[in-house]
């Protein structure tokens, strides 16, 4: 079974993104199984099952901490009620040397392992326990100081095991990743400009009612949405680093109307574009 493809829309105001993910029982791997891009850490605050992660498969419980690298097939199953913390980057977040300086490469070295996926045991999980809640509740520079804090403790812990073989690791490669890539980076490439739903089909081979399923049974959404997500998050960086007005911003992000704009906006990030702009400049 190929890994669904998981986009992770990165928040306009932040680097990574760090949130508490809740769920009910999902018994079923094709409901949980997907690969993404970053790097993923996991705690599970509460839940049992299995944990599925490229060529292995492990019993996990409450107290499960787990760092998964860029495009590794993973996902957890359970019979049972699901609540964990995730944090998730891409290795480059703070660009393509900051990890090089002598004082960061255990980090780096860290991220390398990370590609065969790592289980932590000890006293490793408590302490990053703390720190995951202290990201949580922070913002800003303090937010982010906490996640070198985290990388630190992870990078410097005796207490952990490689998940995958390493032949698996070396083996894996994005032929594998399925066509849904295909799709993100068609979106990632022409989401400011008009939709054109047979020109992603066409890259498929599909028929455009074939593409409506295909992208609907691999995300929940539809293409529409997809767009629009992407659209907003532009929009909220452009809100955050430009003194353009909605108006400018509305069409530079590939919306043609200001009221549906607004509407959508509202609806993915909770609050206008007038007081998005005002929270994080104020």
Known sequence: MKPGYEKIIEQAEQSFTARVVNRNSRPLLS???????????????KSNGR????????????????????????????????????????TNFMGDTFFLKPELRPVQALFERARQGIVFTGSTKPKAL???????????????????????????????????????????????????KIVYDHIMQNYTREVNIKEVADKLN????????????????????????????????LLINTAKTVGE??????????????RKFKQIMQRTPEKFREQYLG
């Open 31 to 45: 409901q949980a199984w997907h690969f993404h891009p970053e790097i993923e850490i996991c705690y599970t605050v």
């Open 249 to 262: 911003i509305c069409h530079e992000s590939g919306f043609n109307n200001v009221s549906y704009f607004n």
């Open 130 to 180: 703390r720190i995951m809640r202290k990201i949580l509740a922070a913002e800003g520079l303090t937010k982010f100081m906490h996640l070198l804090e985290l990388l630190q403790v992870l990078a410097e812990s005796k207490d952990y095991q490689p998940i995958c073989t390493e032949t698996y690791a070396l083996e894996f490669n994005e032929t594998q990743l399925g066509r849904i």
């Open 206 to 237: 599909i028929s455009e009612v074939a593409f409506y399923k295909f992208i609907k049974k691999q995300t929940q959404k539809t293409y529409t949405q997809l767009i629009n997500e992407f659209r907003i998050n532009h929009a909220g960086k």
């Open 51 to 90: 944990r599925f992660v490229g060529n292995q498969i492990d019993d996990y419980q409450q107290g499960d901490l787990v760092l998964f690298g860029p495009n590794l097939p993973h996902g957890f199953t359970t019979e049972t009620y699901c609540s964990q913390i995730v944090i998730q980057m891409m």
